[in-house]
């Protein structure tokens, strides 16, 4: 559980800070930024949960590539929602600040697979 809880506040802190490095300094694209993370990866922690148990899906390489693209979509929705900037623009923020906080994660907890 901690390593959950060490996971969470990494992910806000690296999707927030690339964020305002990428030069959406609004704070209602920050503070949306950081909103939907503790929306989604609960959602995504709880799933890889289950499926620990119920094994609804084989978790490789390919499955968390998919997740994770299932994520970006899901969050590039809620940002486009929440400060009502263009889908693409969205899309490319979710993209870039999910596959670091990825990378990130995967380096720092090498475990995952």
Not at 26 to 42: E, G, Q, R, S, Y
């Amino acid at each position: 559980m901690n390593n959950y809880f060490l996971a969470l506040i990494l992910t806000i802190i690296i999707e927030v800070f690339i964020t305002y490095i990428l030069g959406f300094k609004n704070k209602k694209i920050l503070i949306a930024v950081f909103f939907i993370n503790l929306i989604t990866h609960p959602l995504l922690s709880y799933f890889l949960w289950i499926n620990s148990f119920f094994y609804l899906v084989l978790i490789n390489y390919i499955s968390i590539i998919n997740l994770e693209i299932l994520i970006v979509i899901i969050e590039s929705i809620l940002l486009q929602f929440a400060t009502r900037k263009s889908y693409l623009s969205m899309l490319k923020l979710s993209l870039i600040i999910n596959a670091t906080s990825f990378f990130v994660g995967l380096l720092l907890f090498k475990n995952i697979f």
